[in-house]
Structure formats: C-alpha cells, structure tokens
Nanobody, 122 residues
C-alpha cells in the first residue's frame, strides 16, 4: 500500500509562488510515475502535471505550462510542484497521485493523497 501526504498549500496573492510537496510512504524509485491534480469548487478534478519514474520526463496541462514545475527526489521519496505566477483560477485543492505508468488521466492513478488547499487572491 502506498500512502501519499501533501503539504505546502496556503493563501497567496496573485503573482506569488507556492511549493507543494508530496511525501510517499514507500520507495518510489523506478516504481511509480507521479502526478498532481487539482479540483476547484464545483468543478471536476483535472490533471496538472506528471513526471515519470526516473524524473527525466514531465508533462503539463496547458493552463500551467511555463508557470509550474514538477520534480521528484527518489532518494527521499518526495515529489514537488513549484507554482509560480499564480492566478486566482489556480485556486483549488491539489492532490498528489501515483501511477504504474506515465499518464495524464485520473483513472490511471491508483493511489491518492488527501489534498492540500491552495487559494490565490486577486
């Protein structure tokens, strides 16, 4: 069983930055691709970013490309999401997830964290 715990959410002004972290309960090296998703109030959960097992391939949703950066530290079993130039529309609960493959679809991810709230004020 893989357990994921997110941290780093909070309230920030538009244009500001936040760094989300996801701690994984077991070794992830060469085991799981990792992704970040978000869900705004009244909206469906959506893909944000993904990183492959080794960390040398990443993929981003169009709305965050160029502003967000996903990275992983397999030695310490953590995945991070650096979010810069934040906008009010980035406000959502952000979830970390683990998948057996490098995918962008929610159904491909079998393990999820509890989520961390990000709020961006205008």
């Amino acid at each position: 069983q893989v357990q994921l715990v997110e941290s780093g959410g909070g309230l920030v002004q538009a244009g500001g930055s936040l760094r989300l972290s996801c701690a994984v309960s077991r070794r992830t090296r060469s085991t799981y691709a990792m992704g970040w998703f978000r869900q705004a109030p009244g909206k469906k959960r959506e893909f944000v970013a993904a990183i492959n097992r080794s960390g040398d391939s990443t993929y981003y949703a169009y709305p965050v490309k160029g502003r967000f950066t996903i990275s992983r530290d397999n030695a310490n079993d953590t995945v991070s999401l650096q979010m810069n130039s934040l906008k009010p529309e980035d406000t959502a609960v952000y979830y970390c997830a683990a998948s057996g493959g490098f995918w962008t679809t929610i159904s491909a991810y079998g393990y999820w964290g509890q989520g961390t709230q990000v709020a961006v004020s205008s």
